[in-house]
């Protein structure tokens, strides 16, 4: 079955700094690549996705990018500001047998975002 | 709009007891997926239900269990549990239709689960 990895587990930076989070993925029919960002006591809250006919795609700070051919995927976040201090999560999106999409996660990287 | 409610938030229950998790999903929403989060491996896929039918299951054994009504609200059960089910549940919504591919998911806060 599909796995992603992501990497690295933590990271620190200082604020103002660029940090990126990078993932990979195994099964090449996934075609949907979201990024949730999870805050201490909440769920995890999409900050943006990423289908598989597209290789790159910003919103203000954030943007993350896509290689089908190496199977890997990134998010990138520009001038980092405490309040980006999170767990981001990576998932890989495909469709199963039975027709559905089913989404698998990464393990998730720690950002702590120092002032 | 309401986000997604899960219910309770917290509970503590003891080894070989049996406990029941709610899940009310975004108004509209008719698919709900649930997760386990655990420190050591993330998020794992538990199972999802469509049109009060299970779809989806991972890889978690039989004492796991879900369920969808009709108003598309779901619950989760896990019997006889083990120190090892300690975790954040987690409930996400989705708008999508069955073979749809559009598996935007809105999560809730989660039901932290501890077993002693």
């Known amino acids: 079955g599909e796995n992603v990895e992501q990497h690295p587990s933590t990271l620190s930076v200082q604020e103002g700094d660029s940090a990126v989070i990078k993932c990979t993925y195994s099964?090449?029919?996934?075609?949907?690549f979201p990024w949730y960002k999870q805050e201490l006591g909440k769920g995890p809250q999409l900050i943006i996705d990423?289908?598989?006919?597209?290789g790159e795609k910003k919103d203000q700070r954030i943007a993350v990018t896509l290689n089908k051919t190496a199977k890997h995927f990134s998010l990138h976040i520009t001038e980092t500001q405490p309040e980006d201090s999170a767990v981001y999560f990576c998932?890989?999106?495909?469709?199963?047998?039975?027709?559905?999409?089913?989404?698998?996660f990464g393990k998730g990287m720690k950002l702590t975002v120092n002032p | 709009k309401a986000g997604v409610t899960q219910t309770p938030r917290y509970l503590i229950k003891t080894r070989g007891q049996q406990v029941t998790l709610s899940c009310s999903p975004i108004?509209?929403?008719?698919?709900v997926s649930w997760y386990q989060q655990t420190p050591g491996q993330g998020l794992q896929f538990l199972f999802e239900?469509?049109?009060?039918?299970?779809?989806n299951k991972g890889n978690f054994p039989g004492r796991f269990s879900g369920r969808q009504f009709s108003n598309s609200r779901s619950e989760m059960n896990v019997s006889t549990l083990e120190l090892g089910d300690s975790a954040l549940y987690l409930c996400a919504s989705s708008p999508k239709s069955y073979n749809s591919g559009a598996n935007v998911l809105t999560f809730g806060a989660g039901s932290r689960l501890t077993v002693l």
């Open positions: 990423i289908r598989s006919n597209v």
């Open positions: 998932a890989a999106g495909f469709i199963t047998q039975g027709g559905s999409e089913k989404l698998v």
């Open positions: 099964d090449s029919a996934s075609n949907y």
């Open positions: 108004s509209g929403h008719r698919s």
């Open positions: 239900y469509f049109s009060e039918t299970q779809r």
